[in-house]
């Protein structure tokens, strides 16, 4: 393969991956964007690009700090309409489709939202954040592909705030206060190191808190927000927002990465894909092991979510009902549609050809379930990786004798091409 730099517009660089000789997948371009993170280099760059495909991956703005802190959503998706319109200039080029990993798929699923409905669908009483009109003239995609994507920006942000903080002001002198009745890492809470076992009344207890602080803190930036309005803020066009034990990097605070009866299987049969080439059909476990050992609220470079006022409601901030939870399955009591930072709540206004898939070494892939639900596309596919990390590598830690699970990343990549080249699926 082939690769070539690319400036993208206001400074948004991306790299053009493609075949050494170009064959008829070359028509197919994919477009691949995190919502903060470096992706220049990510494996779909490529590992599609070895399959025979154009493959441009790009940065965004928040990508230098890759922190989840600064970034604003509306911001993002034009940058991503960039990207997507460069790959619409190239003569070669005949379909254009977009790949979400991660908090990626936040931003992709956003993007093709409004490229087909226009700023209608980021905006109503329903939305906690009115998009602007610089998201209202994005060139649409061909198809979408999610693949490992979370349940989106907002919704990790939510299972990230640690309802055991004591004060939205942060650490008190001699440090943090925790309530020790919500402290996951209490050990009379169900905390080991080695792998926890929470009580089903403390993940009521702790979910329950979770949500009303989650609630709270909306209630606070949007009182915030209209004094910025109303030219009573500290500043005229925006405000620091820092939320203590809330960054959503990682496992923090979330009980399932922990726990591994949190989150342990679909509630379906699904096409569960295998070391050996086959593909079975049933329930899908997770095999993953637990993470998270470290406690990370009392610190602010590592627990705190450093953001601004517009940016958590546009980016951070998702709705939940007095049901909010999660269990073995699946997440309830979220309000999907209230943000659109949120592909579960996207992909209900999608109609383009969508491929899910879930790799079932890490937590975040039984978000693929709920988004396939959900999603509107009359094309649309699901199916797992037996024994993928979030990466698409192998989960050596997960393998109960060497090799068990195979070449993980050759099996997701090939899955991805087969439903890329099926013909006729983006005519």
């Not at 989840?68 to 200039?89: H, M, Q």
């Amino acid at each position: 393969m082939k690769t070539t730099f690319v400036h993208l517009g206001r400074g948004e660089p991306g790299v053009l991956y493609t075949p050494e000789a170009p064959g008829p997948k070359a028509a197919t371009a994919v477009f691949i964007m995190h919502s903060a993170a470096d992706y220049l280099s990510f494996s779909g760059c490529s590992e599609l690009a070895k399959r025979g495909y154009t493959v441009l991956c790009a940065n965004n703005s928040t990508s230098k700090s890759g922190a989840y802190n600064d970034g604003i959503l509306d911001e993002v998706l034009v940058e991503a309409g960039r990207g997507v319109a460069w790959l619409r200039a190239q003569p070669n080029v005949r379909h254009v489709v977009l790949l979400g990993h991660s908090g990626g798929g936040t931003v992709m699923s956003a993007y093709q939202m409004i490229a087909e409905k226009g700023v209608a669908a980021c905006r109503g009483k329903d939305k906690i954040w009115q998009c602007p009109d610089s998201v209202g003239h994005l060139p649409p995609a061909d198809g979408l592909m999610m693949i490992d994507s979370n349940w989106g920006l907002a919704a990790m942000t939510l299972f990230s705030i640690d309802p055991a903080v004591e004060g939205e002001a942060g650490g008190v002198t001699g440090g943090m206060s925790l309530d020790p009745a919500l402290d996951m890492y209490n050990p009379a809470n169900g905390f080991k190191a080695s792998g926890s076992h929470y009580s089903p009344a403390f993940v009521k207890r702790f979910l329950a808190a979770e949500g009303q602080r989650s609630n709270a803190l909306i209630a606070r930036a949007e009182s915030e927000y209209a004094a910025i309005r109303a030219g009573k803020g500290p500043y005229s066009d925006d405000a620091p927002f820092t939320v203590p034990g809330a960054i959503l990097l990682g496992s923090n605070n979330k009980l399932f990465s922990q726990d591994i009866a949190l989150m342990a299987h679909t509630v379906k049969a699904w096409p569960l894909l295998h070391a050996d080439g086959s593909e079975t059909t049933g329930i899908v476990p997770t095999v993953r092991v637990p993470e998270n050992v470290t406690n990370n609220s009392p610190s602010y470079l590592r627990g705190a979510l450093k953001t601004s006022v517009e940016s958590y409601l546009s980016t951070y901030a998702i709705r939940t009902g007095p049901d909010f939870g999660y269990d073995a399955t699946s997440v309830h009591g979220v309000d999907w549609t209230s943000s659109y930072a949120s592909p579960p709540g996207n992909v209900q206004q999608i109609d383009a050809p969508l491929l899910v898939m879930g790799m079932t070494g890490h937590w975040e892939y039984l978000a693929a379930e709920t988004i396939f639900n959900l999603a509107h596309s009359r094309d649309k596919s699901l199916a797992f990786v037996e024994g993928a990390t979030h990466l698409y590598t192998t989960c050596k830690a997960c393998e109960k004798t060497p090799g068990q699970f195979g070449d993980t990343l050759k099996t997701t990549y090939d899955h991805i091409d087969s439903w890329l080249a099926k013909p006729g699926r983006f005519d």
